[in-house]
């Protein structure tokens, strides 16, 4: 059973994160509203909502830029309160939401939520367990890759390599996991957390990282241009 919130959850807009549940986030607060945001919410539910900027929010970025009404409800499971008073947060994915009116305004926003359920599966199904066998293989693969790869210019946002996943993971965090961790533009990542079906989700993502292995097979742009 998800995690309900009972009041309105504060809303954390980033420019290029897309949470999961299930998965795990390592955070650096240092704006003064977010660091407010985050001693309230430790006071109170431990939980914030993560939603993804829309494009265009660098020209009102320290207003109130718009951000996409999907997101990820997440609970603060770690903090360290820093000597130049920010901080350093782990945030477990819970449920994704729907973001709806907001309620708060200053210093940061707070939004009523509507927990969007997945579409119930059982570890058992025969389906799940040949989808998990093959995304901890494909997974395996292409962090395998990721590690040998030689050093490329960085480019905004990039997430950190992918990291071999893990088999004793139950299948949404697995899934989730791995979402997290391609390199993908946001919006694919979005689209992702979109789908009701977790099973849709894991083949698309299992389809998403054999296009990169095969982009990596042909020795990356030497070999093609990278979908």
């Known amino acids: 059973m998800p995690f309900v919130p009972k009041h309105p959850v504060p809303v954390f807009p980033l420019p290029g994160v897309v949470l999961f549940p299930g998965a795990q986030l390592p955070l650096h607060v240092f704006e003064l509203r977010y660091r407010t945001m985050v001693r309230e919410a430790l006071s109170g539910e431990r939980v914030i909502a993560l939603a993804l900027l829309r494009p265009g929010w660098e020209r009102d970025y320290q207003g109130s830029p718009e951000f996409h009404p999907l997101g990820c409800l997440a609970r603060i499971d770690e903090v360290a309160w820093l000597p130049n008073d920010c901080y350093d947060l782990r945030l477990l994915g819970l449920a994704r939401v729907r973001l709806g009116r907001l309620v708060r305004e200053f210093p ?8 969007l359920p997945q579409e119930p599966l059982s570890e058992d199904d025969p389906l799940v367990q040949l989808e998990r066998r093959a995304l901890i293989e494909a997974g395996a693969r292409l962090a395998s890759i990721e590690r040998t790869a030689p050093p490329v ?19 949404e965090p697995l899934v989730n996991t791995l979402c997290m961790g391609l390199a993908a533009e946001p919006a694919e990542k979005l689209a992702l957390l979109e789908m009701d079906s977790l099973l849709e989700r894991a083949r698309r993502v299992r389809e998403m990282v054999e296009e990169r292995l095969r982009w990596a097979s042909r020795g990356g742009s030497e070999g093609g241009e990278r979908n």
Do not use: I
């Open 153 to 171: 210019a960085p480019a905004a946002e990039t997430p950190a390599p992918l990291a071999p996943p893990e088999e004793g993971l139950a299948f």
């Open 108 to 115: 940061y926003r707070a939004a009523r939520t509507q927990v």
